[in-house]
């Protein structure tokens, strides 16, 4: 054993005595470590190992040593996985490489002792590559024609327990000659790399081997460090890397992006799971997301079935050329893609991969591995560097197995950088993996979507956000409560970057991370604060409501942000996610709205709490519309019969239209007692109302058409139309203007904006207004009749509604379809819809897939309020779509078919081709089911209907619940879209 090890290395003799004298004068001047050199190298031989070279061997200095090294066998039993394997193959294309490049390049591998061999590669000026197999012998092997000086550093490995690593380094010095140094700088090239990496690993035992071999047109070190091997001692520097990338520089541009730092920690940290040790050069990470980063498939939290199938891939070699990762933010993505990038490569046999032993993972966690490059994809967008970047592709991999490009923010990439890539897809080698990443896959072109791999990184669940923020607690030595944990989870949105980040903030203050602690960073009030709010506001007490308002709102919290946090909770509650028990005030509240009763109060005030978060966000005095939102929670009453529709066209309200002022407009009365005959059970209430009208609706009227510039106007509408009623109710008017005849409908309605402007100013409040025909001899009871089987959906306007009233008490569809009038009711219209939603099944049909209803409100271009209304959706597969809607102001769960209900009351031309109804909900719906998760954001595109009137669709909020009937069967076609 004792000349068990041995680096012979071949080399001029003068460049060696050079390089004795420099390995000198590398003594470490703290821990004088160099001087374990000393013997090591006094007890080299040297021989002449070519025609004119030296040959330096090199000894360990005991069998002690090297047996203590390798667990007694010999440091050549390392195990050195799938290195050998390939070696051949790499040999020779780092050969061809070196070659090509007009490189010095020298060799070092370390080897098992079956197969001891040395590996020598130089370039055509050298004198010859020798092989020196001799076993049981670890062999350092350099030829350098042009001049090479070399110290070879065999450290004793004396102290290494079970489990430890212990790095066998070698530091080289290399000198080129002045010609090579020339021809370096005439290529441009600079070139590192190292050559051998070997990470060893038999039973218990952990024994990695590294050499390092840089060549670079200056000295270059190459260096490891670790405890026990006493390396760390020797060389107090973190090893000085020169990135190569043919890429970049070719193109003088760092398009590939380099996480030196990143990286960097990434490779000492998983050095340091991996030997369990710290590395001492490693720098303090910049924040905990960075520190915590997966670096395996096993650290990824949450993406399971992401997991198997890669590794699946891998393992059975099926890799594609084109993957598209895409999910919400702060989900793994990035963090997948490199690891899977890492797997691609590593050596290893087993299963697990990548893992973190291998040359291959070792170069990759340091960020040395060229092999595998971010790219930077607002800077490819450029026509040359994308062509660049092609090209780069087409170049097979040379020392590893794949060549990996990943581009995040892939929607920032233009067409013409897609076009490029997706063509070029075809020609790249097989060993070409793009790995595209975005988390917005609405803004990627088709063609990609389509020939992409894709893999959906859903939204992280809580509970495993919270396990993981308990580790890392642990793992950092933070104290923490776990509620506080879990509401950093619940906050987080299922993003773990976002839990990460938040806990990092509260380590920050050097305390127990205690659930008052987060509430205070996040600006949000407790659960049970919440409740007692919320339990305030549902009650009638007015003025505590208002009190407690303005002290949240004085104190700390932003009205939008307790608005959605009362939205959020109620959800919880009315999908069951509260759980009775916890806190006393939970307890409390949870027996107190139990009822039917109760819960539809409560999903009443969810509608008005998510009404009155989209005024809160284009509101300049937030703390009014939030106060006044509170009171009207407790005006919700209970309703039996149907408490979700607006009542507008009862026999009420006929009343109310003939002027019954005796129960509509009582004296000096305000407008909650408009319309509240005959319909106790829903209490309108009144909002803005100005108290100088006496409330009746002529006098109302007579105000707007006052407005009227012009006089003609003026006269027209006071003489021919009739305000026939006005509801204001959840802090909107529902206006009704009938005119006897048809020809004055449409008059009217080319002054539509004017009238309802002048209204919503005397209202002062949001307006719908409506516009109808009636005969004049129509029947109070007949014209209640058909109002009520009118369809008022989307409506602005309307006009005709039955011809032949007269003849046709009842009206038909048919009827409907004839007399619904042909010309647009609205130019350049801003058409918002914004939703709410109620999970409810569709009452005219079995649930096949999600019932949703929403309630859809249609806004002018200055952002008021003109029509809303309930629609129910439900969409029972992919290739069946089938949209319903249900009137807003049937009440007796009526569907129609959207298609239908759309053409009808948005009046169009040629509805097949400028609305196709349920097609285009289908399209615009068609994407937003997300079932597994709980809140979804809906972003619909700008849609233009250029011949007829153009509507812009606002982005839709909707929150998700699957309808109580939901069969078994239907749930799995729910979690599979
Ligand atoms: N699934 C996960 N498992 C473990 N850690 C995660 C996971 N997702 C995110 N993280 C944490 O969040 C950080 C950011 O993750 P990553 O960059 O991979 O997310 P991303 O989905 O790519 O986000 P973005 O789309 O914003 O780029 C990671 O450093 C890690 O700490
Ligand atoms: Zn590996």
Redesign the pocket.
């Known amino acids: 054993m004792m000349d068990g090890r041995r680096h012979s290395v071949d080399i001029p003799i003068s460049k060696t005595l050079v390089a004795l004298r420099r390995v000198r004068s590398l003594r470490d001047p703290s821990t004088n470590a160099v001087s374990r050199l000393s013997p090591l190298i006094d007890d080299g031989d040297w021989e002449n190992g070519s025609s004119n070279g030296v040959s330096l061997s090199l000894r360990f200095l005991n069998a002690s040593h090297a047996g203590d090294c390798d667990g007694g066998n010999g440091f050549s039993r390392s195990n050195s996985l799938d290195f050998k394997g390939q070696r051949e193959q790499e040999t020779a294309e780092l050969e061809l490489e070196m070659l090509n490049s007009k490189m010095n390049y020298c060799g070092i591998s370390c080897q098992e002792g079956r197969r001891d061999e040395q590996l020598v590669y130089s370039s055509p000026k050298q004198q010859g590559i020798s092989r020196d197999k001799s076993p049981n012998e670890s062999c350092c092997s350099i030829h350098e024609g042009g001049g090479l000086d070399l110290i070879a550093i065999t450290p004793p490995c004396n102290h290494l327990k079970d489990g430890e690593l212990c790095y066998l380094s070698t530091a080289l010095r290399v000198d080129h000659s002045k010609s090579d140094r020339k021809l370096l700088r005439k290529n441009h090239m600079i070139q590192s790399g190292v050559v051998g990496d070997l990470a060893s690993h038999l039973g218990s035992q952990q024994c990695s081997a590294r050499f390092a071999l840089e060549q670079t047109t200056q000295d270059v070190d190459a260096l490891d460090n670790h405890h026990g091997c006493g390396l760390r001692s020797c060389w107090s520097k973190s090893p000085r890397f020169r990135e190569s990338n043919h890429y970049s520089e070719i193109e003088g541009l760092p398009l590939i992006l380099q996480h030196a730092n990143e990286t960097d920690l990434n490779g000492n940290r998983n050095i340091r799971c991996i030997g369990g040790e710290l590395s001492p050069t490693i720098g303090t990470p910049r924040s905990?997301?960075?520190?915590?980063?997966?670096k395996s498939f096993d650290?990824?939290?949450?993406?399971n079935v992401i997991r198997k199938s890669l590794l699946g891939a891998i393992s059975r070699g099926r890799i594609s050329s084109f993957y598209l990762?895409h999910?919400?933010?702060?989900?793994?993505?990035?963090?997948?893609?490199?690891i899977f990038a890492a797997a691609l490569n590593c050596l290893s046999s087993l299963e697990q991969k990548p893992c973190g032993l291998c040359r291959e993972c070792v170069l990759f966690f340091s960020g040395r591995n060229k092999n595998v490059n971010e790219v930077d994809s607002l800077r490819i967008n450029r026509a040359e560097k994308v062509k660049s970047l092609v090209k780069h592709a087409c170049i097979p991999p040379i020392s590893s197995s794949f060549k990996v490009f990943i581009i995040?923010?892939c929607q920032l990439l233009h067409g013409e950088t897609w076009a490029s890539i997706l063509n070029s897809l075809e020609n790249v080698s097989h060993h070409v993996v793009f790995v595209m990443?975005?988390?917005d896959l609405d803004n990627l072109p088709r063609s990609a979507i389509s020939r992409a791999q894709r893999y959906h990184?859903a939204k992280?669940k809580d509970a495993d956000i919270s396990r993981?923020l308990e580790r890392i607690c642990v793992e950092e030595g933070l104290e923490s409560e776990q509620v506080a944990l879990d509401f950093i989870a619940t906050r987080s949105c299922g993003?773990?970057?976002d839990a990460?980040t938040m806990l990092d903030q509260l380590s920050l203050l050097g305390k127990k991370i205690t659930i008052s602690l987060v509430h205070e960073l996040t600006g949000v009030i407790s659960d049970d604060e919440l409740l007692d709010f919320l339990d305030l506001a549902l009650s009638s007490d007015t003025s505590s409501t208002v009190i407690r308002a303005r002290e949240l709102v004085r104190t700390r919290i932003d009205p939008l942000q307790l608005i959605s946090q009362l939205a959020n909770l109620i959800m919880d509650i009315l999908s069951g996610k509260c759980e009775l028990g916890g806190s006393e005030v939970k307890t409390g509240f949870y027996n107190r709205y139990t009822s039917e009763a109760d819960l539809q109060k409560l999903s009443h005030a969810l509608g008005i709490l998510s009404e009155t978060e989209k005024q809160l966000r284009i509101s300049k005095n937030q703390a009014t519309w939030f106060t006044a939102a509170l009171l009207q929670l407790s005006s919700v009453e209970y309703s039996p019969v149907d408490t979700n529709t607006t009542k507008l066209c009862t026999p009420a309200a006929v009343s109310i239209r003939d002027g019954d002022t005796c129960s509509t407009s009582p004296k000096g009365g305000s407008l909650e007692h408009l319309s509240t005959a005959g319909q106790s059970d829903d209490k309108l209430y009144r909002l803005g109302v100005q108290d100088d009208h006496n409330g009746t609706l002529d006098s109302i009227w007579y105000k707007a058409t006052e407005m009227c510039q012009s006089s003609r106007l003026k006269t027209f509408l006071r003489k021919q139309g009739k305000l026939s009623s006005v509801f204001v109710s959840q802090g909107r008017a529902v206006a009704e203007l009938d005119f006897h005849h048809r020809d004055y409908v449409s008059k009217a309605e080319k002054s539509w904006k004017l009238i309802a402007n002048s209204l919503q100013f005397i209202l002062g409040c949001n307006l719908e207004l409506r516009i109808n025909y009636v005969p004049s001899c129509t029947s109070d009871s007949m014209y209640a009749k058909l109002k009520r089987s009118s369809f008022n959906f989307f409506s602005c306007s309307r006009r005709i509604r039955w011809k032949s009233l007269l003849t046709n008490e009842q009206g038909s569809e048919s009827d409907y379809a004839e007399y619904t009038s042909r010309k647009p009711m609205m130019k350049d219209q801003t058409l918002t819809c914004s939703s709410d939603y109620e999970p409810r099944v569709p009452p005219f049909e079995s649930c096949h897939g999600i019932g949703m209803e929403v309630l859809s409100t249609l806004r002018n271009s200055e952002g008021n309020l003109l029509s809303s209304g309930k629609m129910l959706l439900n969409r029972p597969d992919e290739e069946t779509p089938r949209t319903y809607c249900s009137r807003v102001d049937s009440g007796k769960g009526e569907g129609c078919n959207y298609e239908h209900l759309a053409s009808s009351t948005l009046d169009l031309d040629n509805q097949s081709d400028c609305f196709p109804g349920t097609r285009w909900l289908h399209k615009k719906f068609g994407s937003f089911y997300a079932p597994q998760q709980k809140d979804f954001v809906l972003s619909i595109p700008k849609f233009k209907c250029s011949e007829i009137c153009r509507y812009d669709l606002e982005p839709f909020v909707f929150s998700h619940r699957r309808p109580n009937n939901c069969t078994q069967a239907t749930e799995k076609k729910c979690e599979r879209r």
């Open positions: 905990l997301s960075v520190k915590f980063r997966p650290d990824l939290v949450g993406q990762f999910g919400p933010r702060g989900t793994g993505k990035t963090s997948a893609s490199r995040d923010e990443i975005t988390p990184f992280i993981r993003s773990l970057r990460e």
